[in-house]
RNA sequence: GGGGGCGUAGUUAAGUUGGUUAUAACGCCGGCCUGUCACGCCGGAGGUCGCGAGUUCGAGUCUCGUCGCUCCCGCCA
């Protein structure tokens, strides 16, 4: 570069009253267009993208150089900013109405020719866009979904601030604990065959820094979890951690809302009204099949057991005699759900164990459906006045299990109101699910495991209940929900440590055991341990509801594939001999190359 | 661990019932072009049809296996 030469300007910020001012840009070539005489370049940075244009009367050598430009070469280019002439102007582009009649241009890189077009509208393949993610991340679109995710973690850290918040780091070599997710481990060379465990969350550390008297602790921090993934799930990840001390339920509750309107307010400018609706537990699984409800839209579901237990027809018969339910949901009018629409959701509801959909057409004449010969009149009445069903109307049924028919119902409710497109499109609707069960029974391990997190405390009426009827405990936990999504979650925690105990108990983890796995936690909770509870926010899961993104991909800038790897560097990878040698680990045969 | 979808030129895709030299667009290379902005026009190069077996006279197409990407179930306190 030549020396002294100086950016003063973002190409995306040259405006009109930039006219007659000599400005110097640097930046990559989206497009070259070469007319043989006139030829024109959009200049890209981060901000946005500026025309240039190279006359060859203005500077024969300037404007040879120009043609010899090629997409992404990294150039710095001096000019003038003019007004571009009236009919040439651009009213697609920000910086549309100027351009830069460049009078120098340097070639600061010359660049290969792209394994991919930079193009929003071309769909590449996400192993190769992995591969090459420092050119994908050149594209407005992920760039600008990383430059909001860097206002999202401003505005946490404004107004945690605000609230006295203090940002403490905690470590990421740490210990391997159960309950919970698999953990990344990490061996130890000065302990051979001990290992280090990368967090799942820094949950027991601020437990910790509340017992040191902290009071407001908060943290943005990655988070490991070695499990299978999903859109929506990476294996490491970002949490906004936050705990507080002397605090309340409803009170932490209105912190953290606050926090997030004012993150939707700040960085897409979206009103949430406060206070947030707060759903129980219970209501979202009944209503909406699912602890996350997406409430943006109504479909909820009925429970008809009690209309259609005594019919001839076996599948509801039966079911209720066996312990099981049937739910139905109203697909209102003017929906049209055709007859292969209906054969496919019996295949979509397959995957959670449903037999299949059952469905009734009711218009004026009655009811067109498979089992509507098994009802009544009065039992037809009665489940149309349950689930508001007008002629038009179209029902869906399914019967089984109570958790089984909650699953595949609840999924089918958001399948079907994608396929109709029945989600209003920029709405945000959040709430609160509380009154989690504290515990639920595992079949596979045949014992109690906790819902949330063994540190979660019990709602204070119910602790009676951890020795008689532990199933019936409630938790004092909460998760915050956003279109369907589980943005964060959190409890109020265990501060005793007799109460601890007895919860450990309860999961089945004896005393040894224990005090091998949390012994540090249950001694700290003897020296005067305040009251407290927190929670954490999926941090790249609320930038992907900000920026609309359907792939947690999407707004992290070096994400891993669905298998946990990372093309661009071709992580995870195998180690020397001598470096396994050094921690004491030797790989089986079978997985040697 | 299980189920679905995808894999063809640098990229994105088409490819019929298994049958001639595997198409197109964009990109790339060469030429022309002074108001383009999806610039235009003329010409050209470019293929291990993911990989490996099998069936067949013959496989991009059928079968089996395998790898990769993706969506989902299980799993993820």
Known sequence: MKAGMKRTKYCGEVTKDDCGKKITLMGWVQKRRDLGGLVFLDLRDRAGICQIVFNPETDPETHALAQKVKAEYCIAIKGEVVLRPEDMRNKTMNTGDVEILAEEIHILNEAKTLPFVLSEEVEVGE?????????????????????????????????????????????????????GARDYLVPSRIFPGHFFALPQSPQLFKQLLMISGFDRYYQIVKCFRDEDLRADRQPEFTQIDLETSFLEMDEILDITEGLIVDMFKETIGVDMKQPFLRMSYDEAMSSYGADKPDIR??????????????????????????????????????????????????????????????????????????????????????????????????????????????????????????????????????????????????????????????FTAPAIEDIDLLSTDPAKVKAQAYDMVINGQEVGGGSVRIHS??????????????????????????????????????????????????????????????????????PLTQAPSSVDDAQLAELGIKVLDKYKN
């Not at 404004?158 to 990421?172: C, H, K, Q, R, S």
Request: hydrophobic fraction near 45%; aromatic fraction near 10%; glycine fraction near 8%.
């Open 497 to 566: 440590r007799d109460l601890q105990k007895k919860v450990f108990d309860v999961i089945g983890l004896g005393e040894e055991e224990a005090k091998y796995k949390f012994g540090f936690l249950l001694e700290a909770l003897e020296y005067g341990a305040p009251p407290h509870g927190g929670l954490a926010f999926g941090f790249d899961r609320l930038v992907a509801l900000l920026t609309g993104a359907k792939s947690l991909r999407d707004v992290i800038a070096f994400p891993k594939t669905q298998k946990a790897a990372c």
């Open 127 to 179: 192993a190769l866009k992995l591969q090459y993610r420092y050119l994908d991340l050149r594209k407005p679109g992920l760039q600008n979904n990383i430059i909001l995710r860097h206002k999202a973690a401003q505005c946490v850290r404004t107004y945690l601030n605000d609230a006295g918040f203090i940002e403490v780091e905690t470590p990421m070599l740490t210990k391997s604990t159960p309950e």
């Open 297 to 454: 839209f109504d479909m909820k579901l009925f429970d008809i057991s009690d209309i259609v237990a005594k019919t001839d027809f076996g599948v509801f018969s039966s079911t209720v005699a066996n312990g099981g339910v049937i739910k139905a949901m109203n697909v209102k009018a003017p929906a049209e759900l055709s007859r292969k629409d209906l054969d496919s959701f019996g295949v979509f509801v397959a995957t959670f164990g449903a037999k299949g959909v059952m469905w009734a057409k009711i218009s004026d004449t009655g009811w067109q459906s498979s089992f509507a010969k098994f009802l009544s009149d009065d039992q037809k009445k009665k489940i149309e006045e349950r689930l508001s069903i007008k002629p038009g109307d179209t029902m869906l049924v399914i019967a089984g299990k109570k958790e089984m028919v909650n699953a595949s119902l609840g999924a089918l409710r958001l399948h079907v109101a994608e396929k109709l497109s029945l989600i209003p499109e920029n709405t945000y609707a959040p709430l609160w699910v509380i009154g989690f069960p504290l515990l639920e029974w595992n079949e596979d391990e045949k014992r109690f495991v906790a819902v949330h997190h063994p």
